[in-house]
């Protein structure tokens, strides 16, 4: 390696550093010149642009994990415990021992562009080897839980990576080992260690009991309509204040009287979608009195909501490059309080939460795991009666892991 070439790797690990500290959305020149302690001039000399930078990141990102994962030693035996350790040694692993990597993949992933898919994409297909269908066929996993059991391993996996996200710390040696431990038994068992004894559930029932209209969905008002409108027509990143005064037949000036600028106009619109939720889910929950039947109920309320109300979507993902950047103010009730509540009245029990996560964070792990697959499903042409199913799967992958979905 040259030179320049020296000088060109230092630039991008030095800009992998100080940009993934801020989560890569304030990647401007000048914070990289001075931490490198040039100026901001000298950069061009290695790159024509940002953008060029940027990509070299990127390049470099999937180099670095293709490189860890073609050294993964073989299988030694197929079954689950081999295939989730290998997974979690190496791709986990890799993650969050190089984190500002990961930062780098996750804030691409938040702008749901053609170019973040095609990099996920290429993650996916470097992955593959690791953790495939035919693998978790030959472990014994149902032919009909293998696509939910995918997704469910990429979701707590996902989930377990981003405690830390947001912040500016890494994880370090013991924390990784502490992570990986974690995550293996909660694949391999979910959240509720009470398998033996499991009665199981009458999911028709519930889901005649939690079902919901559109009848059931408050209308907004005028300007709120609008809002949700467009957003589902537009998507969120071309929602302007223009367009929707547009929709509104009225003046652009005039929308300032109700609100300081477009952020605060989407934020009161993901209040009322938040406190909506919320009433439905405290509604329908009430009517069970077992603990597994109130979080099928909490997941089939919250999937049925974001089914009938797809835009919804676009909203939480602007929520979260939101608070990347700045702070959103939340109603003081909790999204899933009814997930906390159960959940911590549950872990003083043997049977439920064993690793003692706290309340909070199972409640946010299982909304999360959810939200995810809600979005796989997403455009795509499938029925409701199929996912229905595919919902009882990650149910109960949720809450038994996968060994629940061993033949």
Not at 365 to 390: A, D, F, H, P, Y
Request: glycine share 2%.
């Amino acid at each position: 390696m040259d030179k320049k070439e020296k000088r060109k790797k230092q630039i991008i690990e030095t800009a992998l550093q100080v940009w993934g500290d801020d989560f890569f959305y304030n990647t401007s020149l000048s914070s990289l010149a001075n931490a490198l302690g040039v100026s901001k001039t000298s950069l061009y000399r290695y790159f024509k642009n940002k953008e060029e930078l940027l990509e070299a990141l990127k390049h470099s990102f999937v180099s670095a994990y293709q490189a860890a994962l073609e050294d993964a030693d073989p299988l030694p035996q197929y079954n689950l415990r081999t295939v989730l350790k290998r997974h979690i040694t190496y791709s986990v692993g890799f993650m969050s021992s190089h984190y500002h990597y990961y930062r780098f993949l996750v804030s691409h992933l938040f702008r749901r562009t053609q170019e973040s898919q095609d990099l996920l994409n290429k993650v996916k297909e470097t992955s593959t080897p690791l953790l495939n269908p035919e693998l978790l066929h030959q472990c014994g996993v149902k032919q009909d839980d293998i696509k939910a059991s995918l997704d469910y391993i990429s979701a707590v996996s996902a989930f377990f990576l981003n405690q830390r996200l947001f912040s500016k710390q890494v994880y370090n040696t013991t924390e990784q080992e502490q992570l990986k431990k974690n995550l293996l038994f909660v694949l391999e068992n979910g959240i509720d260690d009470g398998r033996k004894n499991i009665v199981p559930i009458d999911f028709n029932k519930v889901e005649t009991l939690s079902m919901i209209g559109v009848e059931d969905i408050a209308p907004y008002n005028r300007v709120f309509s609008a809002v949700a409108e467009v957003i589902a027509e537009k998507g969120i990143w071309e929602t302007t204040v223009e367009s929707i005064a547009e929709r509104l037949s009225m003046r652009k000036s005039s929308l300032y009287f109700y609100f300081k600028n477009r952020e605060e106009m989407i934020t009161e619109v993901v209040h009322r979608e938040i406190e909506q939720l919320r009433t439905l889910i405290e509604e329908r929950v009430r009517q069970f009195r077992n603990y597994r039947e109130q979080l099928y109920a909490v997941f089939f309320v919250t999937w049925m909501y974001f089914d009938l109300k797809p835009s919804i979507f676009s909203i939480m993902n602007w929520l979260q490059v939101q608070f990347v950047n700045k702070p959103v103010v939340f109603p003081e009730k909790p999204l899933f309080p009814k997930y906390t509540e159960y959940i911590t009245l549950l872990t003083n029990s043997t049977e439920f939460n064993p690793l003692k996560f706290p309340p909070e964070l199972v409640a946010q792990g299982m909304n999360s795991i959810l939200l995810q697959k809600l979005w796989n499903c997403r455009g795509k042409s499938v029925t409701k009666k199929e996912k229905i199913k595919e919902l009882r799967t990650i149910y109960s992958l949720v809450l038994h892991g996968l060994k629940g979905s061993i033949t």
